[in-house]
């Protein structure tokens, strides 16, 4: 009998029989469930563990933990240190498999996860970078609690582990970078916000300390740099001065810790100012643990500790390596080099056995926490979870639903979209990704439920003809082009699908150019002096791409960028296209013309511009430039109009401390150790009117500018909200200013202060208010 009608048929049953009965065909059902996995540590079947203090779950966890670190020998701690930690069958403790992923859905990137049997797929929702163009915290924390749905019954059914090594919170600095896709962007407000959102829906709000999965936050810090001309991130050492630190590259690993109180923290391959991070006690002892007090482990990104000796040869022997980066903080090593050479360490003097004791405490206690040595899931939180609730019909509409919040309308010439049912009844689907399906999910993505790809999702609403014009993203020659004009022109409209794929953009794989590859200028350009339509492009990247060239070319109707977006992005471009959605997407980085990358070196880290030497910047908050798209920017189908309803116009900064500051910055600018943080929110109500024709999405920024001096910052993100708006109608929006966090400003010597004076408040894109702070003396 299959194993669902099994089950079935016991629960019928159950009904007509005393509790006893249901408990003992309970116990059957999830028997034959689990018969093709190992039993879980602690089960209650087993003679080995019975009574033992570790396996009693109603003791406080760190009690366990002392009893079982307490009962392993040497050798068997050391097994434990790398991430394929060994079993240790006399205490029956199976081996443990650390690295999975969950980056955007559960991922087979990591060995943890495989796919087959009853789990043949998981949601796949759209890249991060996507995603992240939604501005929308609910949705990403929606995200979180569907993969960790997914992940626990993944993990019950003995297919998946419990720790995914997700998100990625680097800032996307450069625009070359090919892991920009897997970031939430370049605003490190938005990526720290972000960070915490989908960790809380993944970790889920257990009681007593408990995880639904333990996530993690990587890859810690400054690392943004994979393979670009000769440079590799094994090797580089990325210089970064102390106020790009505080105010930049370390604000998203701080509010996933602080804010979302993440279990787990990755550092990564690069040395920072000569320091390898995974071997650098000021970053992970004292920042991680000690500053911001991370409850969990620190794990080496994937032989970083291998190579911070092979390649940086940072130490002169192994046994060295691996005792700096246990005393530094390193908790787990994604690798087998601690395995190999720690105890060596131990032998000779390099390190103490309660240095990997302590280790074993942070990792062993998030084992704790998720449960893992309770005995068999069923009768825990979340045991409840098994196949059906992976690839649900909810999951996949949410998919869809985070794929239309994500699209981003550049370009809309003359009302050109949406496209009409009745007047577009033929579409010409044309382009290298115009039918592609694994080129929507983008990187670390697993085996998704379903895939709904372009050609497909315009095929729900219209007649297509369908032509590449190149047979792929590399678009080597424009032969195929007279066959794609010629679908244009016999077309009432024309989709042309391009950009870029995993060949292009990809971990290890840096761009040296902003520019489409290969001859897709060339196609877009031709296609759309051909179409007898509207002429709509859709760019499918993860990083931006300079189209000054469609931007100028009338012929072209209009852009969209959908990133990379999901398992359900064809049906999602289909619906903005045609209008059964409005597009609300606003861009999370800046598009640069070509020019930018000849004038500024990827291994360059500082932020600010600096004339003196032709550089530029970084990023909207210090770039001096021309840019092709802005950060933030995004149209819709509609208009909007906002009104200020209430803000503060001045406000007294209560002090700490009178003590008065003696840098040059003087006193106009407060230090944040100064200043009581405690203070409400600053609350600025706008009221958002759709002054269109049709129903549609504001998403709404609100940056702020500080008051002139030495800061090199144009402006900085300090909140957003996304409302649904009825043509015609107005709704009022709440956005809450934090006087630390939102208006402070970090000085060269790295120091987070909060200047005095007018800081002007920038909402949406025409309305703008000054705030004044003066500090409270009394």
Not at 697 to 707: D, K, R
Request: hydrophobic fraction near 40%; charge should be positive; include cysteine.
């Amino acid at each position: 009998m299959p194993r669902n009608n099994k089950r079935a048929t016991l629960l019928r049953l159950s009904s007509r029989l005393p509790l006893f009965f249901f408990v003992f065909f309970f116990l059957v059902s999830h028997f034959h469930q689990s018969e093709a996995r190992p039993p879980f540590a602690c089960n209650p079947g087993n003679g080995l563990t019975r009574g033992l203090r570790f396996c009693l779950a109603n003791l406080p966890i760190h009690v366990r933990v002392r009893d079982l670190i307490g009962r392993l020998t040497l050798q068997e701690k050391i097994r434990l240190l790398v991430n394929n930690a060994a079993a240790v069958p006399r205490l029956g403790i199976g081996g443990y498999e650390w690295w999975s992923e969950a980056l955007h859905g559960v991922s087979n990137a990591g060995p943890g996860t495989r796919f087959g049997g009853a789990f043949p797929g998981a949601t796949s929702f759209p890249q991060v970078i996507t995603t992240a163009a939604s501005f929308n915290a609910s949705l990403w924390e929606e995200i979180g609690r569907v993969v960790s749905d997914e992940a626990r019954a993944m993990y019950n059914g003995g297919m998946a582990g419990l720790t995914y090594w997700s998100p990625n919170v680097n800032i996307f600095r450069d625009p070359r970078w090919g892991r920009g896709q897997e970031t939430p962007g370049e605003d490190p407000v938005l990526a720290g916000r972000y960070a915490a959102s989908y960790v809380r829906g993944l970790q889920g709000d257990g009681p007593g300390n408990r995880l639904k999965v333990a996530a993690c936050c990587k890859h810690y810090t400054a690392y943004d740099l994979d393979n670009w001309n000769g440079v590799d991130r094994y090797h580089f050492n990325a210089k970064v001065s102390k106020q790009d630190l505080e105010d930049t590259y370390d604000v998203p690993f701080k509010a996933c810790v602080v804010e979302g109180k993440v279990a787990s923290v990755m550092c990564s391959y690069n040395q920072v100012n000569g320091v390898p991070s995974c071997a650098d006690p000021n970053l992970l002892k004292n920042t991680i643990r000690g500053q911001w007090r991370l409850n969990g482990y620190i794990v080496s990104d994937c032989d970083s500790v291998g190579v911070l000796y092979d390649s940086q040869h940072y130490t002169t022997t192994p046994e060295g390596a691996a005792a700096a980066t246990i005393r530094a903080g390193l908790d787990l090593d994604c690798g087998p080099f601690l395995a190999v050479h720690t105890e060596g360490a131990v032998r000779q003097g390099k390190l103490a056995v309660a240095d990997v004791d302590a280790a074993l405490a942070n990792t062993i206690t998030v084992q704790m926490r998720l449960g893992m040595f309770d005995g068999e899931p069923w009768a825990q939180p979340y045991g409840h979870l098994g196949p059906r609730d992976v690839c649900t019909p909810a999951h996949q509409q949410l998919a869809l639903e985070a794929a239309r919040q994500g699209i981003v309308l550049l370009q809309n010439r003359h009302g050109s979209l949406p496209l009409s049912t009745s007047r577009h009844r033929t579409v010409a689907v044309i382009g290298p990704n115009s039918d592609v399906t694994q080129t929507m999910i983008g990187n670390y993505a697993g085996v998704a439920c379903r895939y709904t790809s372009p050609l497909q999702g315009i095929g729900m609403y219209a007649r297509t003809i369908h032509q590449p014009g190149c047979s792929n993203v590399a678009c080597t020659t424009n032969q195929m082009f007279s066959a794609a004009e010629a679908a244009a022109r016999g077309a009432d409209a024309t989709l042309l699908v391009i950009g870029l794929d995993q060949s292009i953009e990809a971990e290890s794989r840096d761009r040296r150019s902003l520019l489409l590859p290969g001859h897709q200028q060339e196609l877009v350009s031709r296609v759309a002096a051909a179409s007898k339509g509207p002429t709509v492009v859709v760019v499918m990247s993860g990083g931006p791409i300079d189209l000054t060239f469609a931007k100028n070319d009338p012929r072209v109707s209009a852009v969209l960028w959908v990133g990379y977006p999901g398992q359900a992005g064809g049906a999602a471009i289909a619906d903005i296209v045609f209008g059964a959605r409005s597009p609300g997407g606003k861009l999370p980085m800046t598009w640069y013309p070509e020019g930018y990358v000849a004038r500024i070196p990827m291994t360059d880290m500082n932020m600010r511009a600096n004339p003196a030497r032709g550089y530029p910047g970084r990023t909207y908050r210090f770039y001096r430039g021309s840019v092709v798209f802005p950060y933030g920017f995004g149209l819709t189908y509609t208009t909007f109009a906002h009104s200020l309803a209430g803000a503060p116009g001045q406000v007294s900064v209560p002090l700490t401390t009178v003590k008065k500051t003696t840098t040059s910055l003087a006193a106009t600018a407060l230090r944040i150790g100064h200043i009581n943080c405690g203070i409400p929110a600053l609350n600025i109500h706008v009221d958002v009117k759709n002054t269109g024709a049709v129903d549609g999405t504001q998403t709404l920024l609100v940056f702020s500018a500080p008051p002139a001096g030495d800061w090199s910052m144009n402006r900085q993100l300090v909140g957003f909200e996304k409302v649904h708006v009825p043509a015609g109608s107005q709704r009022r929006v709440r956005v809450g200013v934090h006087v630390c966090e939102h208006m402070s400003v970090v000085d060269r010597f790295g120091i987070r202060r909060v200047p005095m004076g007018e800081h002007e408040i920038h909402i949406g894109d025409d309305l703008k208010h000054s705030i004044i702070l003066q500090a409270n003396l009394e």
